[in-house]
């Protein structure tokens, strides 16, 4: 069953008819009662002989609060105007009561007199309270302050107690009760009664089924469904009992005793049968819950059981408490019985991870995670655990319910891909060993004064560049070692300031600091050169309008000068440092930008490797990468090296 939404501000449509429908009920009501002051009818204006007629003033009143009631959803400015109208009015008509001033009714009709303390055309000052009530109820319920929720049980509270009023005093006209609809001093007519309870009801529905009391009756749940059986019960009783007394008021062979008493049974017999009625209901619903639960655990047991991935319920102490074909498969477990007998611990390579797993959980509370387990056979097989913690009574860990997904299958894919990469690799190199050949070979073919010795030169050149690169693709596979040898980074980077302008282009300035005593490292020639370029090419990415990028060289000491904190142990160091005027990095860039196949440009912009390899080549050569950003502020990678006599 769809409830209704209750955020919204217009009430579904049904309770809009409903509104109207009580609006429509109204206006007739209060049609016949000006028809019968009109015509001097007076059992029009009463509903009964004898009977104090509705008031002129009360019937004017309730049609303009029933043209609030169906124009309210369409207008809310003049729904909003009358409504208000009718709550002043009200006030004033109050006022006029309790402090007897001038009679503001008598432009409508002259009053006459009904009994020796009542006064037959002018209003209750009850009625006027209750007017006065719902012009402001109506108000809120169309037109009140952003319409919340709050404002909207207010109206519905208000336009229910009046409601009730009405009931009381229908009910105090069919017992002959007076003191129940007002007495001798402010009785309430039957019509305006009547009048009260429909406008009443308009109000809760213009309200919406969101709004308290109606919000209790609808839905799907079993309080729901017995006050929607009950709750009528309440107003048909009441006035089943005042038409019960009124009838027997004419029986004279019954005393009042045997009156009462065939009362009583009448209400025992009705109570009898709503109690059977509300039984036969209550069962149907617990049968209906009943099925309702047998379906969910059969469509969650269908989910657990049939999934491709590894499901299971265990203890924090390890005993696994259920699990699926999936789970069994993956750890090597012929069927689900084997792997329930099994302990979880036995899954895990290092006790010391399976702590660590357990730690994070209860920190947490969930945890997703890739990690190597053991089968039953021994043999390892790669996962991603994705489990989530559940409490017990004293709020500590008790038990983990997860699941696993084999990696079994996108590993082996990921390896075919780097080989074939890496095969290609190869073959480019093997190419590039052509290239270079012919090209020596032409070059000595031609005269040092040829025109064209510098273009054979640079293409002989640009071929090695070519060479070096795929070696260092190589090395990143790990399919080929470096070859460190001792170097001057500002040697190498004083001979790469021609390529260096050429790759970071015309827009971008670039300036060199090098330390003309700096150190030497130990390191490959080819592998420093590409830590350079890549690290100007993403300098030069990060300055899309132009820029400054600074490369810089000098000798630090580790635990000297406090430079490089993070690069390991004391001792001197070369500080090559890399810095741009560009776009910077956020913290959550910053955090990933080691990653393999990570990046940041547009897709078919770059391939992720950039800075992975350098992470890798310093790292192999001993050294350390930091890197300091921020959005706006450009970024600056230092990259610190072991410095060598």
Known sequence: MNLPDRTTDHPPLRWEWFAGACALLTTGLCLTVLTGWATGGMVLASFGRGLLPMAPS????????AAVL???????????VLALLVAAAGLVLLAQWAIQVADVEDWLIPARPFSASIVMGRMSPLTAASLGVLGVALF???????????VRDGAAACATAIGLLGLVAVEGYLSRSPFLYGGSITPIALPTALVLMLLAAGVVAAAGPSAWPTREFVGPSVRARLLRILMPLFPAMVLAEGLVERAAEGVTFLSPALQHACVMLAFAALGMGVARRVSRHMDQVVADAQDELEESERRYRRIFEQALTGNFLSTAGGRLLACNQAFARILGFDSVEDALAADTRSFYHDARDRERYLEAVRSRGSLEYEIELRRKDGST????????????????????????????GRKDLEERLRQAQKMEAVEFNNLLAV?????ERLLSDIGSQQPALRRV????????????????????GRKQLSQPTVLGLGTLVGEMEDILKCLIGGNVE???????QLGSVKADRGQMEEVVMNLAANARDAMPGGGRLTIEARNVEIGGDGAGHRAGRPGPRVLLAVSDTGTGMDEATQARIFEPFFTTREQGKGTGLGLSTVHGIVSQSGGHVEVESAPGRGTVVRVYLPRVS
């Open 58 to 65: 009360t019937a004017l009143l309730s049609l303009l609060l």
């Open 70 to 80: 169906l124009i309210g959803p369409r207008s809310r400015r003049a729904s909003a």
């Open 140 to 150: 809120l319920a169309f037109s009140g302050p952003h319409r919340s929720r709050h």
């Open 381 to 408: 097989v790669p996962v991603i655990n994705s489990v989530i913690g559940i409490a017990g009574p004293d709020g500590e860990l008790a038990e983990i319910q997860g699941a696993l997904l084999d990696m079994t």
């Open 435 to 439: 290239i270079l050949g012919h090209g």
């Open 457 to 476: 030169q640079a293409m002989l050149k640009a071929a090695e560049r070519a060479a070096t690169l795929t070696r260092q693709l190589l090395a990143f």
């Open 510 to 516: 670039l300036v060199t600091v090098l330390d003309p």
